[in-house]
């Protein structure tokens, strides 16, 4: 995944970039190592058939209707492959 700071750094402008990507990113031309995972829940009004579950799977909530992420974010991207279809 191509960033403007994972750029900088592969040119030396700068000599370290923290970036929030997605699981499956592997940063080319750079070091990269894991600092930290993060959880993306999902909220659910109070009256929401999904409200009273303890966890729910992508599966279930696929066939939700929801507003996404910001286009172009490491968040978006993340959200995109989860609910990219499986052949």
Not at 40 to 62: F, K, M, Q, T, Y
Request: a positive charge.
């Amino acid at each position: 995944m191509e960033t403007p700071k994972r750029n900088q750094v592969r040119q030396g402008k700068i000599e370290v970039a923290f970036l929030k990507l997605p699981t499956s990113a592997r940063p080319v031309g750079v070091n990269a190592r894991e600092l930290a995972r993060d959880r993306l829940i999902a909220v659910v009004a109070p009256d929401h058939p999904l409200a009273g579950e303890s966890a729910v799977d992508l599966a279930r909530l696929s066939t939700e209707t929801f507003i996404d992420l910001p286009p172009h974010s490491a968040a978006r991207a993340q959200s995109d492959e989860a609910f990219a279809p499986r052949v």
